[in-house]
């Protein structure tokens, strides 16, 4: 082992942690290729990723920058297997304390959270506010232009060191802010194998996209950190809103947020003070063609569903997906016999839309479009369980 560096650290407790960092990011991902190859030779993979970070010799590895197509078109970029390990051991370490920071209604990437809670918690602001339906209130939904892409790396790092400072006591302290700093400033654009047709980004918006974000600017999608460090980086808008204004409801899931009230003047009149706080403090602009301003009986539309008197929705696009997702699936098959990975990529991409669907009153939905749509070869090798909400692999498959 070389000099280390931080004589204070426990060498055991970083590797237990390492190891359990290893668990859990593997969950889900175990029979990739890269997962594979860190798996065959799992125990003097991990110690020398120890070593790496102990002695100050670890380098960020390539990334893999693709396109998704759904819900919609976006730039993902896959950190390397090594990487996403060290991404979920900061992330153990940092995740408890920004628990504790967070806002009951900030809705992305925390347990015990996510999408249907944060629908149901909005219907509720909505029945609330307006009391049952029995008096006006309105809704005001905004988002940000190009989020992730302008997310200024040297605001967000100055941030993580002051709240790591002030509320993280272990002592490893310095190694934590010594990787967070290696994450937050890494950028993979200049260190990536591009996969697929590079066409595909042509008529990708250049605020959709790392290669085209401002210097010092984007955390890629797709890391882990880059989820819940844009979680940490918008909390200051949360603060900003309870700290300034008297707003009872108010939810967000990642840059997608939403303000009910009773006076449509008042959220009218927040906007251009949303718009500068953003601006000054975190370099953010409003999406100037996402703002919808509306009383509740016009509905809003929110995380794939459409929240209406009595009633939550899914959406149109969250149907088209669902659809698309099948049809994508009936090409493989149509030509080969699925391999193991295949079958992995279709229980959990259908099932990812049946568990969105399953909450609200789709049964009839679910049931037209997997009978009419659903190559029946891909019965030979999963069933439907739970009242059609559930695919679940064939013993023999």
């Known amino acids: 082992m070389q000099l280390n560096l931080f004589p204070e650290i426990n060498y055991e407790i970083l590797t237990e942690e390492f190891f359990h960092?290893?668990?859990?990011?593997?969950?889900?991902?175990?029979?990739t290729l890269h997962a594979?190859?860190?798996?065959?030779k799992l125990e003097h993979n991990v110690f020398q990723l120890i070593d790496d970070i102990y002695t100050n010799?670890?380098?960020?590895?390539?990334?893999?920058?693709?396109?998704v197509h759904s819900p919609v078109k976006r730039e993902v970029f896959a950190a390397d297997f090594r990487d996403r390990v060290v991404h979920h051991w900061l992330i153990n370490k940092l995740n408890p304390l920004f628990e504790n920071l967070f806002i009951q209604d900030s809705y992305a990437c925390r347990i015990g959270k996510g999408t249907h809670y944060g629908i149901k918690r909005v219907d509720y602001f909505i029945k609330d506010c307006s009391e049952q339906y029995t008096r006006d209130c309105y809704i005001l939904k905004l988002d940000i232009q190009g989020f992730f892409m302008h997310i200024n790396r040297t605001i967000l790092f100055d941030l993580l060191v002051c709240f790591i400072n002030k509320n993280y006591s272990l002592s490893d302290k310095e190694l934590v802010i010594r990787v967070t700093r290696q994450i937050v400033f890494n950028d993979p654009t200049k260190n990536c194998m591009v996969k697929g047709n590079r066409k595909g980004w042509n008529d990708l918006p250049i605020n959709k996209s790392l290669f085209h974000s401002p210097e010092n600017c984007g955390l890629p999608i797709g890391n882990l950190t880059s989820q819940v460090f844009a979680n940490f980086y918008l909390h200051q808008l949360d603060s900003f809103i309870f700290s300034e204004f008297e707003i009872k409801y108010?939810?967000?899931y990642v840059d997608d947020f939403i303000i009910v009230h009773p006076n449509k003047y008042f959220l009218k009149a927040l906007i251009p003070n949303l718009s500068r706080f953003l601006d000054a403090n975190l370099r953010l602009k409003l999406h100037p063609k996402k703002i919808y301003l509306q009383h509740y009986s016009k509905g809003v539309k929110f995380l794939g569903t459409v929240i209406k008197t009595n009633r939550i929705y899914i959406a149109n696009r969250t149907k088209g997906n669902f659809y698309r997702a099948i049809q994508k699936q009936n090409e493989l098959i149509q030509h080969r016999k699925p391999a193991k990975e295949d079958l992995d990529h279709f229980i959990s991409s259908l099932n990812s839309y049946l568990g969105i669907l399953k909450h609200f009153k789709t049964f009839r939905i679910r049931k037209r479009v997997i009978s009419q749509q659903l190559s029946k070869n891909w019965l030979e090798h999963v069933y439907l369980c739970g009242g059609l909400t559930k695919f679940m692999l064939k013993k023999d498959s």
């Not at 960092?21 to 029979?31: E, G, I």
């Not at 594979?36 to 065959?40: A, G, P, R, S, V």
Request: glycine fraction near 6%; include cysteine; charge should be positive.
């Open 57 to 67: 010799q670890y380098k960020i590895g390539r990334s893999n920058a693709f396109l």
């Open 36 to 40: 594979l190859q860190f798996e065959k």
């Open 250 to 252: 108010y939810g967000r």
């Open 21 to 31: 960092a290893y668990f859990d990011c593997r969950r889900n991902k175990r029979n």
